[in-house]
């Protein structure tokens, strides 16, 4: 099994991937390189690598082939920097055979860009303590990192052919008559869901990984090991019959979400049933993530953030100034709730009951207001939950449509009918 260093042949410098240039350059000499130009710059180690640890089989020793050093990385690393020489290291004999991812999306945003993205996200998080990232040099670590992912593409077939009702009331003269209209909807077609990734690295925290998503797969290129060369990168250690569940919920909370899109007047309830999932295929891919380590020292906790690689979405859980959040709730709601009695005052609507609807649905909007700020900081929002089923929507340019819908009125009937007491 080999380790790979790509020499510059004018310096002698590495030679790396640059998510800036979207080329390969030497740091030293300033050369650039192609793809087809850098494979052939390829230093192989002379020694053969040896497994250090028999007993459990978690790491591996590698000998740099640059300054000879011994590299200890964990089993599933397959690129990384020697750190005596800090040469790019790629362990290419782990990526052999069934190893050997099939596509690569490129860094597109480099080390300085990816703080500046996490730098502005921060600033616009204004719940956070005051002592909260004040100071830069707390960034422990810092890493692009090509993490593993299994790709999935199927087709879901739609066939829904159902009644429905819906009752309603309205005021008739005298009378409240209540109607009841009877429909049926149909829908029937197809749906692709392509690409979607599911992270297959036990270690990694599966949520702050994902939660970078969406990739446009467009600028997916067929997978070439020395585009691992200046990062981090980890091979696959999950099969894909461990993730066959997180992808059924997946395709049908999309199907879900496509057919629910198509009822724009009246609806029924959609089920799983209402879908037969086509035999899927997978594809093996590696995806760029800067990893992230945050060391706040006012609370001596350490915080973790992922930012997509090739757009510079940010993510992470992030510490709420409680105090801080709910006066800003009530500076928010209370103005509004004081607007509105006023306006009930000034019209002589206001009463007993209105100012009781109107003082519940402020505290209901202040509930909700606080709510949706701790899911964001704590990534619970349902962003993050649904994250597959965005990245499907993103894949598919939101433009998925049922390619038959029709909803047929069955006719509508008075089932009750009351005499309005007058006062």
Same mark, same amino acid.
């Given at each position: 099994?080999?380790?790979?260093?790509?020499?510059?042949?004018?310096?002698?410098?590495? %030679?790396?991937? *640059?998510?800036?240039?979207? +080329?390969?350059?030497? #740091?030293?000499? =300033?050369? &650039? @390189?192609?793809?087809?130009?850098?494979?052939?710059?390829?230093?192989?180690?002379?020694?053969?690598?040896?497994?250090?640890?028999?007993?459990?089989?978690?790491?591996?020793?590698?000998?740099?082939?640059?300054?000879?050093?011994?590299?200890?990385?964990?089993?599933?690393?397959?690129?990384?920097?020697?750190?005596?020489?800090?040469?790019?290291?790629?362990?290419?004999?782990?990526?052999?055979?069934?190893?050997?991812?099939?596509?690569?999306?490129?860094?597109?945003?480099?080390?300085?860009?990816?703080?500046?993205?996490?730098?502005?996200?921060?600033?616009?998080?204004?719940? %956070?303590?005051? *002592?909260?990232?004040?100071? +830069?040099?707390?960034? #422990?670590?810092? =890493?692009? &990192? @090509?993490?593993?992912?299994?790709?999935?593409?199927?087709?879901?077939?739609?066939?829904?052919?159902?009644?429905?009702?819906?009752?309603?009331?309205?005021?008739?003269?005298?009378?409240?008559?209540?109607?009841?209209?009877?429909?049926?909807?149909?829908?029937?077609?197809?749906?692709?869901?392509?690409?979607?990734?599911?992270?297959?690295?036990?270690?990694?925290?599966?949520?702050?990984?994902?939660?970078?998503?969406?990739?446009?797969?467009?600028?997916?290129?067929?997978?070439?090991?020395?585009?691992?060369?200046?990062?981090?990168?980890?091979?696959?250690?999950?099969?894909?019959?461990?993730?066959?569940?997180?992808?059924?919920?997946?395709?049908?909370?999309?199907?879900?979400? &496509?057919?629910?899109?198509?009822?724009?007047?009246?609806?029924?309830?959609?089920?799983?049933?209402?879908?037969?999932?086509?035999?899927?295929?997978?594809?093996?891919?590696?995806?760029?993530?800067?990893?992230?380590?945050?060391?706040?020292?006012?609370?001596?906790?350490?915080?973790?953030?992922?930012?997509?690689?090739?757009?510079?979405?940010?993510?992470?859980?992030?510490?709420?100034?409680?105090?801080?959040?709910?006066?800003?709730?009530?500076?928010?709601?209370?103005?509004?709730?004081?607007?509105?009695?006023?306006?009930?005052?000034?019209?002589?609507?206001?009463?007993?009951?209105?100012?009781?609807?109107?003082?519940?649905?402020?505290?209901?909007?202040?509930?909700?207001?606080?709510?949706?700020?701790?899911?964001?900081?704590?990534?619970?929002?349902?962003?993050?939950?649904?994250?597959?089923?965005?990245?499907?929507?993103?894949?598919?340019?939101?433009?998925?449509?049922?390619?038959?819908?029709?909803?047929?009125?069955?006719?509508?009937?008075?089932?009750?009918?009351?005499?309005?007491?007058?006062?």
């Amino acid at each position: 099994m080999a380790t790979v260093i790509y020499k510059c042949k004018n310096c002698g410098g590495p %030679v790396k991937y *640059s998510a800036t240039l979207g +080329k390969f350059n030497c #740091e030293y000499c =300033n050369t &650039v @390189y192609s793809e087809d130009e850098v494979k052939a710059l390829t230093l192989l180690s002379e020694r053969e690598d040896v497994v250090v640890d028999a007993v459990n089989g978690d790491y591996v020793e590698y000998h740099c082939p640059s300054c000879g050093a011994n590299i200890v990385t964990d089993e599933t690393t397959v690129a990384t920097n020697c750190y005596y020489c800090n040469n790019p290291i790629v362990m290419s004999g782990k990526l052999e055979s069934s190893q050997m991812p099939t596509k690569v999306i490129p860094f597109r945003v480099d080390k300085k860009k990816a703080l500046e993205s996490f730098e502005s996200w921060i600033k616009t998080k204004k719940f %956070v303590p005051k *002592s909260f990232f004040n100071d +830069k040099q707390e960034i #422990e670590e810092i =890493n692009g &990192v @090509y993490f593993p992912y299994w790709l999935y593409n199927t087709n879901v077939l739609v066939d829904i052919d159902r009644e429905g009702s819906r009752t309603y009331t309205r005021t008739e003269g005298d009378y409240r008559v209540t109607y009841r209209k009877d429909f049926r909807i149909v829908r029937k077609g197809d749906i692709d869901v392509k690409n979607l990734p599911k992270l297959a690295l036990a270690k990694s925290n599966k949520v702050l990984v994902e939660s970078v998503y969406p990739f446009d797969f467009n600028n997916a290129i067929n997978f070439d090991s020395s585009y691992l060369s200046g990062f981090v990168a980890e091979k696959k250690d999950i099969e894909k019959e461990a993730l066959m569940n997180s992808i059924e919920d997946d395709v049908y909370k999309y199907s879900t979400k &496509v057919v629910r899109d198509s009822m724009t007047g009246e609806s029924v309830n959609v089920v799983n049933n209402d879908f037969t999932v086509g035999q899927g295929s997978f594809e093996y891919a590696m995806l760029p993530v800067w990893a992230i380590s945050y060391n706040d020292k006012d609370s001596n906790k350490h915080f973790f953030f992922s930012v997509n690689g090739q757009t510079g979405k940010v993510v992470g859980k992030l510490p709420i100034d409680n105090a801080k959040l709910y006066l800003s709730g009530l500076m928010a709601i209370l103005p509004l709730f004081l607007i509105i009695n006023a306006i009930l005052y000034f019209t002589g609507n206001l009463q007993t009951g209105t100012f009781l609807i109107a003082l519940v649905g402020s505290i209901i909007a202040y509930l909700l207001y606080v709510h949706k700020v701790h899911s964001d900081y704590n990534m619970t929002s349902s962003g993050v939950v649904n994250r597959g089923v965005n990245q499907i929507d993103f894949n598919n340019n939101y433009a998925e449509k049922i390619e038959y819908c029709k909803d047929i009125d069955l006719g509508t009937r008075v089932i009750s009918r009351s005499r309005i007491e007058r006062k």
